[in-house]
T-cell receptor, first 112, second 115 residues
Framework: KQEVTQIPAALSVPEGENLVLNCSFTDSAIYNLQWFRQDPGKGLTSLLLIQSSQREQTSGRLNASLDKSSGRSTLYIAASQPGDSATYLCALTQGGSEKLVFGKGMKLTVNP | DTGVSQDPRHKITKRGQNVTFRCDPISEHNRLYWYRQTLGQGPEFLTYFQNEAQLEKSRLLSDRFSAERPKGSFSTLEIQRTEQGDSAMYLC?????????????FGQGTRLTVV
């Protein structure tokens, strides 16, 4: 059974720091991996999607990488801002199923 | 608006009552998903439709839960005889496949509180 882990569960940093958020998974036979952002009481906003054949994707200050052999993905946030404060979730799909399997998320607080 | 829309945003109900939630996907998306999220957890998959066909169901979807997508457009999720353990955020997502890539887009969710 696929398990997705995000450690730490929470992180508090001062504004301007470059951040690395970690996501690990137990079964490397994945199809896509997606990073989401969730603000309190709201739905999920898709940030980046990496296909299994890709190594990384970039959007603005965000860069996501994927290493299937080690069962890891990282989300890099450059020059963090207070507006980046949210919970970040990673999720993946596997062949034969359309469902996303989520980690529990990491709550990020960026202090001004 | 071209996003996924869910209604209502909040629902408070008494234990034992039935509730129904609606999801309107992005118009060109043929796939629709329901997830449930409890506090401090990631969303858990409930069920998935491709057009009007329900193709996958989680064991979490007990016989008190039923989902429909009658015309392959909007979907409803009904919970019968609600229990306090049903209190959660119910999230709907939709997707289509383009260039071999399937990316899911989520709505704002329906927060259910069973008292």
């Amino acid at each position: 059974k696929q398990e997705v882990t995000q450690i730490p569960a929470a992180l508090s940093v001062p504004e301007g720091e470059n951040l690395v958020l970690n996501c690990s998974f137990t079964d490397s036979a994945i199809y896509n991996l997606q990073w989401f952002r969730q603000d309190p009481g709201k739905g999920l906003t898709s940030l980046l999607l990496i296909q299994s054949s890709q190594r990384e994707q970039t959007s603005g200050r965000l860069n996501a990488s994927l290493d299937k052999s080690s069962g890891r993905s990282t989300l890099y946030i450059a020059a963090s801002q207070p507006g980046d404060s949210a919970t970040y979730l990673c999720a993946l799909t596997q062949g034969g199923s359309e469902k996303l399997v989520f980690g529990k998320g990491m709550k990020l607080t960026v202090n001004p | 608006d071209t996003g996924v829309s869910q209604d209502p945003r909040h629902k408070i109900t008494k234990r034992g009552q039935n509730v129904t939630f609606r999801c309107d996907p992005i118009s060109e998306h043929n796939r629709l998903y329901w997830y449930r999220q409890t506090l401090g957890q990631g969303p858990e998959f409930l069920t998935y439709f491709q057009n009007e066909a329900q193709l996958e169901k989680s064991r979490l979807l007990s016989d008190r839960f039923s989902a429909e997508r009658p015309k392959g457009s909007f979907s409803t999720l009904e919970i019968q005889r609600t229990e306090q353990g049903d209190s959660a955020m119910y999230l709907c997502a939709s997707s289509s496949t383009s260039g071999g890539v399937t990316e899911a887009f989520f709505g704002q969710g329906t927060r259910l509180t069973v008292v």
